[in-house]
Each structure stands twice: as C-alpha cells, then as structure tokens.
C-alpha cells in the first residue's frame, strides 16, 4: 500500500485542527473519520496488480541509433477498473540521455476484464544486447488517495547492432565492381586470372598478354583479356586488444574497423567471394564461417553486436595462428588493427611472414583526424609544440607502415570516415591487378 501526495496532505490536514477544527476527542473523530472511510474505501476499489497478466511482444534487433517499439500488453482479470502509473525499466543506456523518465512511464487504465497495450520506445546508445528490467504497477483507487504497487518480470531483450553507416558508399562501390566483372557497356578489362576474351593489341598494353597463336592466324596482334577471378576466400580479421579501445571522436576505434569491415563484407559477397570474419585479442571473441552470400551480412552484423573492445595486450601469435586456421589455402586476409609502433614491430612484424607467405594481407588501421589538425596548428607556443608532437607521431606512423610494405602488406590507413570507402577501394584495387 503507497501513500500518495493528495492522501498524505489530508492526512495532515487531519492531524492540524487540535486546538482550531475542534476543541475535543470528539470533534477530532469527527473530522479524521471520514477522512479514513474514504481512504479505506479508495483502497479498496483499486485494482489488484499481482493478478495482472503481462506479455510483451516487439522487435527484437535494432541499428544503433535508429529505435526500438516493444509492446506491453497488460490483461485485467479482477472485476476493478484498473488506473494505473506502469514503469517499464530498461537498461539507462537504451535511450538518449535525459529521456529515459518520459519514455519508460505510462499512464493507463484497463476495464475489467479487457487487456490494453503500451509501447515503450527505445533509442539504445551503445551496441550489445539490452534486457528488459522490472515492470512496476502503481494502481490507484477513483479519488486516488490510496495505491496498490507491485512487480512483475517479463524477459525481452533487444540486440543493438552496429550503425553501418559506411552503407551509402555501397551503390557506388557495386557499380565499380560491375565494370571490372564486364557486366555493363563500360567494360574495364583487369588483370585477373580467368580468361574472357581476346582483342586487338593496343598501344600501352601488357606485351605478356599477347596470344602469339591467336596472332599467327590472323593480320593483327591479339591480347588476351581477364577478368577478376570469384569465389575467392576473404577473412576479415578484427582486434579487439587494448588499441581498439581508443576513442576516435565519439567512439571507439572498434566501431570504424566493424563499420569497414561491414562494407567490404557486403561488396565481396556480392562479388561472389567467400567471406569469414574473426574478431581475436587473446582468445576468439567471435567466428563466423562457411556462409553462403545471403546469409554472410547478416551474420556477421549479429556476431559483431555484442563485441566490446578488451583491455589486454593483443596476442599477436596467437591471432596469426588462428588465421591461418581458418584460412588453410590462399586468401585475402584484412586485418584491421592499429599502426602505433610498439605494438606492430613488437607484436605484428615478427609474425608477419606466416601470413605473407601464402596469403595476400591488408592492414588497415584508423586515423585520429585530431592528429592531422594539431600538426596544421600555428599561432601559439602552444600549438607549436603540439604541430610538433603531431608531426612526430605522423612520422612513426608512416614508418611503421612502410615497414610493413616491404612485407608485400597493403596499408589503407584513414580517418574514421573514410576507411571504409577507401578499404573497399583497396579491394578493388586488387582485383583488378589480378591479386584475387
């Protein structure tokens, strides 16, 4: 049983009037009595909320920054007329700060023996899974001086998947996809490892992909023309060690890696390639393998939901161990993972020729636009020395790409809006030269 506002100001009025209402017990009787009739009476007359049924139904995934509408449906088995406040608690981080008082609490009344239904919409914050907390009921009698609360626990849970928000640069990448693979009247021939065609030699073009039997029975000289080769096996690589924790603007550096490897694995299964994704520090966070094109975004949109960076030191061994499991025969292995000194030359490079060796590797890496400004800044003492530091830290960083270039390693190194864009660029890249 709650007490209300209005029932606690009549109770105090109540009380006040000892010496000013009435100057006996028995005025004092006259006056609280009734008072504690209708209190009685208000209690009474309000619904039950043990008896109440709930269920809930809804969705079930959402886009990160895009909402959820999860149904309540409330049923009404007591023969009262159920008034009632109903909080549906979630976790804070399912809605925009500041939000969560006016979207989680309902007002509603349900007759006796009728259902209604309420929606709670939710707007989560961060990826991963959110489950549904307690619902409380505060049921109110008609003049509302008396109320019955309770609980009930109805699991749901909502999945937040990554935002893709890199999807916008997917219709442009498709249609370069389309040139190289000859399926539109702008045809641009690659160096890939199928054959297509022949055609007369050109100035400017490869004097290897001449068909010397071909010319021979003819008065021009023939090339042979390629087109990129499909079904090849890609394995996106994500490290989720301590170096992916690093915020970039408003997120971690994970979420642009998974935003780029969300694109990539979107043009590649449509480019009829093969894709697998394995996100790896210490130990596998998640795998996903052997799905067919249909199925290959969706699962690895699922399997990237709940991950969260980890504050531990990449296992470099390990990591490269793994890949070479999961690609036993030669592939296109990207790894997206960071370009700081220390953990490359001390973690990567050693390790680095096992996956050369038979296996065609990116690296791709997020920039800190912050960098790029602080090394632009003038004016001040101060941003002097930062320009100075700044420019010191783009100087480490292009050193250690190029020591990974020497490896035959293709570096796509960007800012966290333009990774994507530029690792599907990459992609192409080596189709077209024939190295998938």
Not at 66 to 86: C, G, K
Not at 212 to 229: F, G, H, K, L, M
Not at 278 to 303: C, H, I, K, W
Request: glycine fraction near 6%; charge should be positive.
């Amino acid at each position: 049983m709650a007490l209300t506002g209005r029932t606690a100001l009549l109770a105090a009025l109540g009380s006040l009037p000892v010496g000013i209402w009435a100057p006996s017990w028995t005025g004092i009787l006259a006056v609280n009595a009734p008072l504690a009739i209708a209190c009685a009476c208000d209690f009474a007359l309000a619904a039950p909320v043990r008896r109440l049924r709930l269920t809930r139904s809804g969705d079930t995934s959402v886009r990160l920054g895009d909402t959820a509408d999860v149904t309540l449906t409330i049923t009404n088995p007591s023969r009262r007329l159920l008034r009632a406040d109903v909080r549906d608690a979630w976790p804070p981080s399912s809605w925009q700060p500041g939000t969560e008082i006016a979207a989680s609490r309902h007002e509603t009344t349900v007759p006796a023996g009728e259902r209604r239904r309420i929606t709670t919409r939710l707007r989560p914050t961060r990826r991963g899974d959110r489950h549904a907390d307690r619902v409380t009921v505060r049921s109110y009698g008609p003049l509302r001086l008396f109320s019955r609360q309770g609980t009930h626990t109805i699991p749901w849970s909502v999945r937040v998947l990554p935002a893709f928000t890199s999807r916008k640069h997917l219709p442009s990448k498709l249609a370069r996809l389309r040139e190289l693979d000859g399926r539109t009247n702008v045809l641009t021939r690659g160096e890939g490892t199928e054959f297509d065609s022949l055609r007369e030699y050109v100035p400017g073009d490869d004097t290897r992909s001449i068909d010397w039997r071909a010319t021979a029975r003819q008065s021009t000289v023939a090339v042979r023309t390629w087109r990129p080769e499909r079904d090849r096996h890609i394995l996106l690589v994500l490290d989720t060690g301590r170096t992916s924790a690093g915020r970039v603007g408003d997120a971690p550096r994970l979420d642009a890696s998974m935003d780029a490897a969300l694109l990539l694995a979107a043009l590649a299964s449509r480019a009829g390639d093969r894709v697998d994704l394995l996100a790896y520090d210490r130990r596998v966070r998640a795998l996903v393998q052997g799905r067919t094109a249909r199925e290959t975004l969706p699962s690895v949109v699922n399997a990237m939901a709940s991950l969260e960076p980890e504050l531990v030191e990449t296992d470099a061994r390990g990591l490269t161990a793994t890949a070479l499991r999961t690609a036993p025969r030669s592939s296109l292995i990207v790894l997206l993972t960071t370009l700081d000194t220390a953990p490359v030359e001390e973690g990567l490079l050693p390790v680095l020729p096992q996956l050369t060796r038979r296996h065609t590797v990116v690296v791709a890496s997020v920039a800190d636009p912050y960098i790029a400004r602080m090394a632009a800044a003038r004016g001040t003492t101060e941003a002097v020395y930062e320009a100075a530091a700044a420019a010191q830290a783009q100087s480490e960083r292009s050193r250690t790409a190029e020591q990974l270039r020497r490896h035959g390693v293709t570096i796509v190194d960007a800012t966290p809006d333009e990774l994507a864009p530029a690792l599907a660029d990459a992609y192409l890249a080596l189709k077209a030269a024939g190295r998938l």
